[in-house]
């Protein structure tokens, strides 16, 4: 592929653009970056409306505008089940998430992990909580390199010092703004993505001939989920246990705990739980973008074969734009992509930092360090997680950290016992959660093991019928199921208390 300039110029302006941004944010409702909470939350003083971009511009990556149309462009409908699972969680939000914050505030707590340890005494339960939310998070940092890496080819640009470049102006911004940073480049990144999108939609399909036009030309197997055979629900269950199984697990991923913990109050949550599901529908329309790409036959264009032998699937978004918009129009897109892959890698990194440096560092090895100790180590470590995702990306095959992030959901929903319950009960044994979150870690990952990490969907059998579904949602029914029979023993035989740090009034 030979380097489009006009793209690349633009491309280059933007990114100029957000970089400046970045270092200007330090400035932004100045607070003491010596302090963890101003640092890694903002000094919890975000509003309504950058709440809103911040937490867009997290959950909606650059990973997820190349990856949900790969999906649709080679699975078909299946690659819709991201919408819905989007529709399903806001509510959840909504009634869980100003709980925590609550408490969060009145006790001074960073992370997940801290909520655990103060909730119920045990600090081997907070340590794993911690643990498992540093490790599902860094394929997840890496996969962001991974959807600007392919932006960056589509423009003829190869080899690894662009991406190496995005990542040292990254690492740069976020050091001295904190999370500062990324909540002001949200805007312009979720800016760019509605422009590209409402163009694509409108645009696209008139060159096509109409959706009409492009739902004729798609095969019929690719707009239908696989109907069941007999003994089995087929792509049905499937289909609803990943809906259900990513909602449950998508905000207790770190990086989406930081952004709801950065708001200013519990209402500015349940006001974005409100105004959120836009993000749904945009990302409806993005998912239709693999139909499109299917209909307007890029995978046959000599041009672009270069391009899907390099990325596959991934590829046919890029291939898309380049097909059917300008040059100067392709270039704000993939920026929209590449800005979309440093807001979410930003709060990835801090949110890392934040729970190393106060579940781990602070906790077991300088339990006395002073608040600009503790500032500085975070620092440190949000380089460290950059750096980590860098060479991960640029050393190992892109398969592998699709296969680890697969990993990383099963991994993540192992702590919703522990933190979901925690906020309305203190009925669960910690010890108990703790052995819960072990099977459910440990059957999780050997799911995945023997279904060689080519799929998440475990086929369950059950009174002779079969249900593939979602291996992260049926372990944490497991990890769950262990953890209420351990408690009920625990409860019965054992006179060992944990005390807990906070009361009732605390949560509201």
């Known amino acids: 592929m030979t380097i489009n300039w006009t793209a690349l110029y633009v491309f280059t302006g933007l990114f100029g653009f ?66 819905p699972y989007t529709v399903l969680v806001y509510p959840m939000v909504f009634v869980i998430f100003p709980r925590l914050w609550a408490v969060a505030h009145r ?28 490790v599902a998070t860094m394929p997840y940092i890496a996969l962001q390199l991974v959807g600007m890496e392919v932006v960056i080819g589509a423009m ?59 739902f004729a030309s798609v095969a019929p197997e690719k707009l239908t989920l696989t109907p069941p055979a007999a003994g089995s629900l087929g792509g049905y269950s499937a289909y609803a246990t990943l809906a259900l199984g990513s909602a449950l697990a998508l905000f207790l991923y770190p990086h989406s705990m930081t952004g709801v913990l950065s708001a200013s109050s519990g209402h500015v949550i349940r006001r974005n739980a409100a105004l959120l599901p836009a993000y749904s529908f945009v990302l409806g329309l993005i998912a239709l973008l693999g139909y499109m790409a299917l209909a307007a036959g890029v995978s046959s264009k000599p041009e672009f074969a270069e391009g899907f032998k390099l ?14 918009f300008p040059s100067w129009f392709v270039g704000v897109a993939f920026a929209a992509v590449g ?17 190393f440096t106060r579940n781990v560092y602070k906790e077991f090895i300088a339990p006395n360090c002073s608040p600009e100790a503790e500032s500085s180590m975070a620092k440190i470590v949000s380089l460290v997680a950059k750096v980590g995702a860098l060479v991960f990306v640029l050393n ?23 933190i979901f319950f925690g906020l309305y009960t203190r009925w669960f044994d910690p010890r108990a959660l703790l052995i819960g979150w072990a099977t459910g870690i440990g059957t999780g990952t050997w799911m995945a093991w023997s279904l060689g990490f080519k799929t998440s969907t475990w086929p369950l059998t059950i009174f002779g019928v079969t249900m593939p579904g979602y291996a992260a949602l049926y372990t944490v029914i497991l990890n769950l199921a262990v953890a209420a029979v351990l408690t009920l023993i625990l409860r019965a035989f054992s006179a060992t208390t944990h005390e807990d740090a906070t009361v009732e009034a605390d949560y509201r």
């Open 156 to 214: 003829g640009v190869h080899g690894h010092l662009p991406i190496i470049i995005a990542f040292i102006i990254l690492a740069a911004f976020t050091y001295t703004s904190g999370l500062r940073a990324p909540a002001m480049i949200a805007v312009v990144k979720d800016l760019l993505i509605y422009i590209t999108v409402i163009a694509a939609v409108i645009i696209i399909p008139a060159k096509l001939g109409g959706y009409g036009a492009i």
């Open 339 to 355: 800005i979309g892959a440093l807001v979410p890698a930003a709060i990835m990194s801090i949110a890392v930092a934040n729970l």
């Open 107 to 134: 006790h001074g707590y960073v992370t997940a992990a801290d909520f655990v340890k103060g909730r119920y005494g045990y600090r081997p339960l907070a340590l794993a909580i911690a643990a498992t939310g540093m």
């Open 311 to 324: 990325y596959g699937a991934n590829f046919s978004v890029p291939a898309l734009f380049l097909d059917q």
């Open 18 to 83: 957000i970089t400046i941004l970045g270092f200007l944010a330090a400035r932004w409702r100045q607070g003491d970056l010596s302090q963890l909470h101003e640092w890694g939350l903002g000094g919890r003083r975000f509003g309504t409306i950058i709440t809103w971009f911040l937490l867009g511009g997290d959950l909606y990556t650059a990973y997820t505008f190349i990856a949900v149309p790969a999906l649709v462009f080679s699975a078909g409908a299946m690659g819709f089940f991201a919408v």
């Open 396 to 418: 190992l095959e892109q398969r592998l950290a699709i296969q680890l992030q697969l990993l990383g959901g099963i991994w993540i929903i192992q702590t919703l016992p522990a």
